[in-house]
Nanobody, 128 residues
Framework: QVQLVESGGGLVQAGGSLRLSCVAS????????MGWFRQAPGKEREFVAAISWSGRSTYYADSVKGRFTISPDNAKNTVYLQMNSLKPEDTAVYYCGLDPRKSYAGSYSDGRDNYDYWGQGTQVTVSS
């Protein structure tokens, strides 16, 4: 089994920044893709960003391109999501997921069903 634990959420004003962390433990895989998704109240969980285990490929939702950056720290089994220029519409619970069958992050990385493992989520609230 794989355990994913997110942290770093909080309350921030519009235009501010937050950095989320997702720490993985348990079973290891030779290659995988890590993704960040978010879910606002009353809405479906939506894709935010994904990164390959090597860090060589990334994929972003159009809504966060240029504002969010996903990056790995394999020594710490951690994936980060740096969020800048935050907007009220970024308010949501943010989840990280792990896709153990892919080695490259691409357009298919936005599918929730690709991810076998999920964390418990961390709340991000952006005030206007």
């Amino acid at each position: 089994q794989v355990q994913l634990v997110e942290s770093g959420g909080g309350l921030v004003q519009a235009g501010g920044s937050l950095r989320l962390s997702c720490v993985a433990s348990g079973r290891t895989f030779g290659s995988y893709v890590m993704g960040w998704f978010r879910q606002a109240p009353g809405k479906e969980r939506e894709f935010v960003a994904a990164i390959s285990w090597s860090g060589r490929s990334t994929y972003y939702a159009d809504s966060v391109k240029g504002r969010f950056t996903i990056s790995p720290d394999n020594a710490k089994n951690t994936v980060y999501l740096q969020m800048n220029s935050l907007k009220p519409e970024d308010t949501a619970v943010y989840y990280c997921g792990l896709d153990p069958r892919k080695s490259y992050a691409g357009s298919y990385s936005d599918g929730r069903d690709n991810y076998d493992y999920w964390g418990q989520g961390t709340q991000v609230t952006v005030s206007s």
